[in-house]
């Protein structure tokens, strides 16, 4: 079973950028397909971003495209968002998954992380 454990959110004003880092305990994380979440207080679990597990892909919800950037390094078991132009609206818990497909809704990944928070103030 993948464990996942995201780091790197925090809070930021309007304009600003972070990089959300998400590290997985096995090396069979590089069979997966990784994609990124966030969820915001009282709403649903909406798609961010994915990319297969051999760089395929990527894709982004319009809302971030231009904006953020979905990576993966399979030498250090790692996947990373990074951030930029971000807004009020970014505001959320971001999660990390892992699955066996490379699809836009939670229910394709088997294996999550626990979130990191991001705060965007204007």
């Known amino acids: 079973q993948v464990q996942l454990v995201e780091s790197g959110g925090g809070s930021v004003q309007a304009g600003g950028s972070l990089r959300l880092s998400c590290a997985a305990s096995e090396r069979t994380f590089r069979n997966y397909a990784m994609g990124w979440f966030r969820q915001a207080p009282g709403k649903e679990r909406q798609f961010v971003a994915a990319?297969?597990?051999?760089?395929?892909?990527?894709i982004y919800a319009d809302s971030v495209k231009g904006r953020f950037t979905i990576s993966r390094d399979n030498a250090k078991n790692t996947v990373y968002l990074q951030m930029n132009s971000l807004k009020p609206e970014d505001t959320a818990a971001y999660y990390c998954?892992?699955?066996?497909?490379?699809?836009?809704?939670?229910?394709?990944?088997?294996?999550w992380g626990q979130g990191t928070q991001v705060t965007v103030s204007s």
């Open positions: 998954a892992a699955g066996n497909r490379f699809v836009v809704v939670p229910q394709g990944y088997a294996y």
């Open positions: 990319m297969t597990w051999n760089d395929g892909g990527p």
